[in-house]
């Protein structure tokens, strides 16, 4: 075999090796991701979600903790997982924590144009 035929080999061999490394690592830590997630749960609790909806809202707080222990192991792509997820339940039960308030608003003002028109219609007989 002609040398730099070899050398050639070797380098296509460093590389590959090199590129099988990297993508095997754990990749970044996913800091802005547990802020997010963090954030996400936060509004979902100032949104009342811990009274409307608080097993989604529990879901989500379990998720961040299970992503941080993840995260401590170096296992960064799952808890990058875990994490959005967590992200998307805190959303959802804000959401619905938040459709829950109006449904109830709206309930209460039609109670209330209810009972004006009954006391309307007896002080018109």
Known sequence: MKPHQY???????????????????PGPKPDSELQAAQSAVDRAE????????????????????DAEELMED??????????????LDARLAGARSE??????????????????RQRLNSEQQ
């Open 99 to 116: 459709t829950d308030k109006a449904r109830q608003a709206v309930e209460e003002v039609n109670d209330s144009i209810n009972k004006l």
């Open 46 to 65: 100032a949104s009342d979600a811990r009274e409307y909806n608080p097993v989604l809202l529990n879901d989500a707080r379990n998720k961040v903790a």
């Open 7 to 25: 050398l050639g080999r070797t380098a296509i061999v460093l590389g590959l090796s090199a590129t099988i490394a990297a993508c095997a690592g």
């Open 74 to 87: 170096e296992e960064y792509k799952e808890a990058r997982r875990l994490l959005e997820q967590a992200e």
